[in-house]
């Protein structure tokens, strides 16, 4: 069955610089998205991109964070300048676009956990 | 605006006993609700879905009913086993927004045999 893969499995960076985290979505998914789980807190969403573009984004994605499809099968999330705070299993995930809208479940990877020092 | 509330866990439960996790949300509109499971060091997991009222979702003997009077999607499972102990999460999609979901602050489950 396919599967959406994250890389890496653990990521440790120092506060203050940039962090690129890596997603590679189901190949005919075309809904991605990002969300975060702090450690003991719940999933909480980020961002949601469709069609090349930011369809939503939470109060949490600020000017700090960016995210991008740089080819056909890779969507990252990229944070510019990391803090104490953005310490968290981050996840990435796909929807399929087809009938059911957002009945359609999302698929998840499973997880970069982000360690910032 | 949207968000979902689960009981607080951890459930501890012996083998073959019945399970219930509640879970109760507040949304506009007609959400799509679902059940998420993560199994430790795993990704979240599509457990089941429902995606109207009175719509029952089931996978794995788990079942859950979609209850818009009571905005509630309780899950259930008539007997459970070592291998569901796991965290559950409810979660929500609401109507016409992108499907992203919003999610319940998850409820671990373990069951001894």
């Known amino acids: 069955e396919p599967e959406v893969t994250q890389t890496p499995s653990h990521q440790v960076t120092q506060m203050g610089q940039e962090v690129i985290l890596r997603c590679v979505p189901i190949?005919?998914?075309?809904?991605f998205y990002w969300y975060r789980q702090i450690l003991g807190q719940k999933v909480e969403f980020l961002v949601s991109?469709?069609?090349?573009?930011?369809?939503?984004k939470s109060e949490i994605f600020d000017d700090q964070f960016s995210v991008e499809r740089p080819d056909g099968s890779n969507f990252t999330l990229k944070i510019r300048s990391t803090k104490l705070e953005d310490s968290a299993m981050y996840f990435c995930a796909s929807r399929y676009s087809g009938t059911g809208g957002a009945g359609q479940p999302q698929h998840f990877g499973d997880g970069t956990r982000l360690s910032i020092l | 605006g949207n968000s979902v509330t689960q009981m607080e866990g951890p459930v501890t439960l012996s083998e073959e006993a019945f399970l219930t996790i509640n879970c109760t949300y507040t949304?506009?509109?007609?959400?799509?609700l679902f059940w998420y499971v993560q199994y430790p060091g795993e990704g979240l997991q599509l457990l089941l879905k429902a995606t109207k009222a009175d719509d029952k979702g089931s996978n794995k003997g788990f079942e859950a009913t979609y209850r818009k009077e009571t905005t509630s999607f309780h899950l259930e499972k008539g007997s459970v086993q070592v291998s569901d102990s796991a965290v559950y999460f409810c979660a929500l999609s609401p109507y016409n927004q992108g499907g992203k979901l919003i999610f319940g602050q998850g409820t671990e489950l373990s069951v001894k045999p």
């Open positions: 949304a506009t509109g007609y959400p799509s």
């Open positions: 991109f469709y069609n090349n573009e930011i369809s939503e």
């Open positions: 190949s005919n998914h075309l809904y």
